[in-house]
């Protein structure tokens, strides 16, 4: 399969770089502000090109490698509504997302995808950014459409709902399919962590994984400004502890052959998740290691989005760029 190339921003964890280097993409540059996140990439891709920069300071002419390229991805910090946390964060989070549409105007790729939160696509909050969204790609000659997927669709054991906005030039746009469910049945965290669960030689993993039959609720990986690692709000918790799983709190290691596993009494008597089991559950292989201390491990994990649903994405743009073999001016892509 032929390499095409790409320039992620925002990149973090590694989560859609990993993706689309899997639907045969070749990264040019990534980009992101988080030195533990560069580390993170530097150490799984040691080849791979990482600037340690924040997107607001990014100039395009200094790396005229990036110049139409063929896709440029970008995961920024997911958007909330101002009526839920710090308006200034919200702002923050909304220039991210329009320096990305910018950039897209200095490098020209062929193809753009944008991954945040699935309110972005039409709640009455983000509006205004969907508004500068529109009017700037189609002055650029870019089509699009805001695409939903849930990472559970892909095989990812986790109810992840992902709000993607994908944009291609004209001459590609109408070959562009979203990607179809790849599992017919969801993979639940019991099946997804059994045998992790035993590797310390645990003897109730197996009765563990019998009864966790659900998919994981959605992995937070909180703000960078406060909150430690755990597996989510007070909501996310109960699913967990219905799964008998602690949910305040993240393991260092998956639970030895001694631990007395009675959900019944309480917090004490739940299983906790490993840090790397947090990874299996965003989709993330085995062998993709995450740089930094316990908690900035944890929050490139739960700001990722899963590789699983970025191959997947990638293998359907890709399959509209192959489509129209009409060559970008200075270079070309071989099928």
């Not at 390229?69 to 991210?96: K, N």
């Not at 290691?253 to 990874?279: H, K, L, S, T, Y």
Request: aromatic share 8%.
């Amino acid at each position: 399969m032929s390499e095409l190339r790409f320039v992620d921003v925002c990149a973090g964890g590694g989560g859609l770089a990993l993706g689309l280097e899997h639907a045969g993409f070749e990264p040019v540059l990534l980009l992101d502000k988080n030195p533990v996140a560069c580390d993170t990439l530097r150490g799984n891709r040691p080849t791979w090109q990482v600037l340690e920069t924040d997107l607001l300071d990014f100039s395009p002419s200094m790396y005229p490698e990036i110049y139409d390229v063929d896709l440029l991805s970008a995961g920024p910090p997911r958007v909330r509504s101002s009526a839920i946390t710090a308006r200034s964060e919200t702002e923050a989070e909304l220039r991210l997302l329009e320096a990305t549409v910018y950039l897209a105007h200095a490098v020209q790729p062929r193809a753009l995808v944008i991954e945040n939160v699935p309110g972005l696509l039409s709640a009455p909050d983000f509006e205004p950014i969907r508004n500068l969204i529109s009017n700037e790609l189609n002055h650029l000659g870019y089509r699009f459409r805001w695409v939903l997927l849930n990472a559970a669709d892909f095989g990812v054991p986790q109810n992840r709902r992902q709000g993607l906005l994908v944009a291609l030039k004209e001459q590609y746009f109408d070959a562009f399919r979203p990607p179809e469910p790849t599992v017919r049945e969801h993979l639940s965290v019991g099946r997804a962590l059994r045998r992790s669960m035993a590797r310390g030689g645990w003897r109730d993993a197996d009765r563990w994984a019998a009864q966790a039959l659900s998919v994981a609720p959605t992995l937070v990986g909180g703000s960078d400004r406060r909150g430690g690692a755990d597996l989510g709000p007070t909501g996310t918790r109960k699913a967990w502890a219905r799964m008998g799983v602690d949910g305040s709190t993240v393991a260092d290691n998956v639970p030895g052959p001694d631990f007395v596993w009675a959900p019944e009494a309480g917090r004490d008597g739940m299983v906790r998740i490993a840090m790397d089991q947090a990874a299996l559950l965003q989709g993330f292989p085995s062998d993709w290691g995450f740089a930094g201390r316990k908690t900035a491990r944890y929050r490139q994990i739960g700001h990722a989005s899963p590789p699983p649903v970025a191959k997947a994405l990638g293998l359907a743009i890709r399959a509209a760029l192959l489509a129209t073999a009409t060559p970008v001016a200075g270079y070309t892509s071989t099928p």
